[in-house]
């Protein structure tokens, strides 16, 4: 259970420290390359350990299981983070963050349909607080918010809700690092499928057309330096290796709908990390916003640290 915990942790270090370091870079590698780049080292970094977890847990990946992979890939890398990025360009960076935070609300659900995990009264009172926190952040009666970019980081969320809650099947049977390796290199190399067709000219012209040039022609190894390389090592190693590989270990000791509670802490310290890293401004409805994240937070997890330290759970 503790160990849980500090996986838990873990994941929230790797996740919250994303988009602050990721500034450092901004501008310098195509969103879509780093995708590739970020997913193709943690999967590197990753192989030894789960092939350790296979050989220990005397298990092979048959052919059910590879589809299962390529699935979570498809859905968790391939899909949604292209499409996270394509919220991005239709709004904040900011906004799409703390909306694809919202994945818990999605993952409870999800889980309870899929995993018949329990939804307690805590999960649902931690959900409101926290639903009314990011309402907060996000500002919805602001005009100026553009609402096909909130409708894409929304289905970003979902589809990597949907990961997340799928990724628990296997998590038991084949442990969370192999879980993390193999649909990195699935969704790796469907990433890279893309990146080629993006080539074709017509392709290209019809994302140009629609303003997406930064899914026309995407480079592969354009634009990595000496200088940005240890951002792009951080990113890679850190939140895509270890991050991920640490959000799917704990959910061997813990429910998904609780382990997804790290993507609730990132709006919560992002905010206070780019103030300190970047000097960036909080403004008093990301105060409260944030205020109303934690105390969420708070009421899902401390409750079940006390029921586990009780041997109820």
């Known amino acids: 259970m503790k160990k849980g915990y500090l996986y838990i942790a873990v994941a929230v270090v790797m996740f919250t420290?994303?988009?602050?370091?990721?500034k450092f870079i901004a501008g310098q590698i195509n969103p879509v390359q780093l995708t590739l780049c970020r997913f193709a080292i943690g999967f590197v970094f990753l192989l030894p350990v789960a092939l350790h977890n296979l050989r220990k847990r005397g298990?092979?990946?048959?052919?059910?299981s590879v589809v299962y992979f390529a699935l979570l890939g498809l859905i968790?890398?391939?899909?949604?983070?292209?499409?996270?990025?394509?919220?991005?360009?239709?709004?904040n960076s900011s906004v799409a963050a703390v909306m694809f935070s919202c994945n818990p609300v999605f993952v409870t659900f999800l889980a309870f349909f899929l995993l018949k995990e329990p939804i307690r009264p805590?999960?649902?009172?931690a959900l409101v607080l926290e639903v009314i926190g990011t309402v907060v952040i996000i500002s919805p009666w602001d005009t100026?918010?553009?609402m096909t970019g909130v409708f894409l980081a929304l289905l970003s969320t979902l589809l990597f809700s949907l990961y997340g809650?799928?990724?628990?099947?296997?998590?038991a049977e084949?442990?969370?690092a192999v879980v993390t390796c193999f649909s990195f290199l699935f969704g790796n190399l469907i990433v890279l499928m893309f990146i080629l067709f993006t080539h074709i000219p017509a392709l290209a012209q019809l994302f140009r057309n629609v303003g997406l040039d930064s899914f026309a022609n995407i480079p592969i190894l354009a634009g990595y330096t000496l200088a940005n390389l240890p951002y792009v090592l951080y990113v890679s190693v850190g939140v895509a290796g270890v991050?991920?590989?640490a959000y799917f270990l704990a959910m061997e000791y813990q429910p998904a709908s609780v382990v997804s509670l790290v993507y609730f802490f990132k709006p919560s310290l992002s905010p206070l990390l780019a103030w300190v890293v970047h000097g960036e401004e909080i403004s008093q409805s990301m105060f409260i916003g944030v205020v109303l994240i934690v105390v969420g937070s708070l009421f899902s997890i401390i409750p079940g640290i006390v029921e586990a330290k009780r041997g109820k759970i």
Not at 165 to 171: A, E, F, P, S
């Open 122 to 125: 805590r999960h649902i009172a």
């Open 243 to 245: 991050g991920f590989c």
């Open 59 to 64: 298990k092979r990946l048959d052919r059910q």
């Open 144 to 146: 100026r918010l553009n």
């Open 174 to 176: 084949f442990g969370g």
């Open 17 to 22: 420290t994303f988009e602050v370091v990721l």
């Open 165 to 171: 809650v799928m990724g628990k099947r296997k998590v």
């Open 76 to 91: 968790g890398i391939a899909i949604c983070m292209p499409v996270l990025q394509m919220a991005v360009s239709y709004t």
